[in-house]
Structures are given as structure tokens and as C-alpha cells.
């Protein structure tokens, strides 16, 4: 993986559900508004719902997730509640696999996972 990642592999097998809440706020600034625009690759929507796709929710779900203030920090509070020992390293693999490698460089996501 790139350099400017090697932060956040560092902490890859760290349990996801240490991240506070200042981390999950600033994901959710990134995958809050919708893309209409799917990946070149994985032909996936580059926010929540293409996120929740990737995490194994239904549609059904996703019309739900669509419904909250704050759809992303509900799919990440559901996606832990499920399965409490994802780790880092799995959420990178999803946003990997929706193409979100901005969210991937930002220095203030290296920044808040260091802090882990």
C-alpha cells in the first residue's frame, strides 16, 4: 500500500469500535453526501451506501440508513453492533473497495487513527 497510508495499516488489525468519536464524525463528513457517480472499477456508489453495500447491508437497510441525521455513523454503529471484532484493517478494505482513497490519504483520518 502507498506511503501516505502506512499510518492507518499500522493500526490495521486494531478493533474498529476503538475509534472515538471525532473519527467517525470526520468519516462521515466524507461519505455523508451522496455521490451519484459510481466507482471506475468496482462499479460501487462512492458514499454510505455504497459503504453499506460493501459491509453486507440489504437495500432494505440502506432505505433506513437513508431515513437517519447521520447515515454513516449508523452504519458503522450497526455494522460493530453485528460484528464487534471488525477491525481498521476491514474498514479500509471497504473503502478500498468503493474507491475512496482520499479518505484513505486525508491526513486528519492518519491523524485520528494514530491516536488510537
Same mark, same amino acid.
Given at each position: 500500500?502507498?506511503?501516505?497510508?502506512?499510518? %492507518?495499516? %499500522?493500526?490495521?488489525?486494531?478493533?474498529?469500535?476503538? %475509534?472515538?468519536?471525532?473519527?467517525?464524525? %470526520?468519516?462521515?463528513? *466524507?461519505?455523508? !453526501?451522496?455521490? @451519484?457517480?459510481?466507482? !471506475?472499477? #468496482?462499479?460501487?456508489?462512492?458514499?454510505?451506501?455504497?459503504?453499506?453495500?460493501?459491509?453486507?447491508? #440489504?437495500?432494505? @437497510?440502506?432505505?433506513?440508513? @437513508?431515513?437517519?441525521?447521520? !447515515? #454513516?455513523?449508523? $452504519? $458503522?454503529?450497526?455494522? +460493530?453492533?453485528?460484528? !464487534?471484532?471488525?477491525? +481498521?484493517?476491514?474498514? $479500509? &478494505?471497504?473503502?478500498?473497495?468503493? &474507491?475512496? *482513497? @482520499?479518505?484513505?490519504?486525508?491526513?486528519?483520518?492518519?491523524?485520528?487513527?494514530?491516536?488510537?
Amino acid at each position: 500500500m502507498a506511503t501516505a497510508s502506512s499510518g %492507518l495499516m %499500522l493500526h490495521s488489525d486494531v478493533p474498529f469500535c476503538s %475509534l472515538g468519536t471525532s473519527t467517525r464524525t %470526520l468519516l462521515s463528513k *466524507y461519505l455523508n !453526501p451522496k455521490r @451519484d457517480s459510481l466507482s !471506475p472499477t #468496482t462499479v460501487r456508489l462512492q458514499d454510505w451506501r455504497g459503504l453499506a453495500e460493501v459491509l453486507g447491508f #440489504t437495500q432494505l @437497510d440502506v432505505d433506513n440508513f @437513508d431515513l437517519k441525521h447521520n !447515515p #454513516t455513523v449508523e $452504519i $458503522i454503529g450497526e455494522w +460493530i453492533r453485528v460484528n !464487534p471484532d471488525v477491525t +481498521i484493517g476491514q474498514f $479500509i &478494505e471497504a473503502l478500498l473497495q468503493i &474507491e475512496r *482513497y @482520499d479518505i484513505i490519504h486525508s491526513d486528519d483520518v492518519q491523524r485520528l487513527v494514530g491516536e488510537t
